[in-house]
């Protein structure tokens, strides 16, 4: 069973920047989908972008817009995605999760790190 701890949230102004990132406990080449899903309060998880473990193909949601990469690092078992251009819609606590179809559907997971709070205020 594979353990993911996010990090890299915090509060930033709208317009700014971060990047977070999801380590796992386990070889991230051993589930072929990983993936960034987000939950504001009130409303239901869903999904941000995947990245397949194997090829690199990557999806994002719509709500995206060219807005944040998803990038991996296979040796060091991370996943990043980094956020620009940051909009106070955007605040969420972000999960990363693992799974083994590239798809950006919660029930698709298994496992689920604890999450790391983005906040965009002025």
């Known amino acids: 069973q594979v353990q993911l701890v996010e990090s890299g949230g915090g509060l930033v102004q709208p317009g700014g920047s971060l990047r977070l990132s999801c380590a796992a406990s386990?070889?991230?080449?051993?589930?072929?989908?990983i993936a960034w899903f987000r939950q504001a309060p009130g409303k239901e998880r869903e999904g941000v972008s995947c990245?397949?473990?194997?090829?690199?193909?990557?999806v994002y949601a719509d709500f995206v817009e060219g807005r944040f990469t998803i990038s991996r690092d296979n040796a060091q078992n991370t996943v990043y995605l980094q956020m620009n251009s940051l909009k106070p819609e955007d605040t969420a606590v972000y999960y990363c999760?693992?799974?083994?179809?590239?798809?950006?559907?919660?029930?698709?997971?298994?496992?689920w790190g604890q999450g790391t709070q983005v906040t965009v205020s002025s």
């Open positions: 999760a693992t799974g083994n179809i590239l798809r950006l559907l919660a029930y698709e997971y298994d496992y």
């Open positions: 990245i397949s473990s194997t090829d690199g193909d990557t």
């Open positions: 386990g070889r991230i080449s051993d589930y072929y989908a």
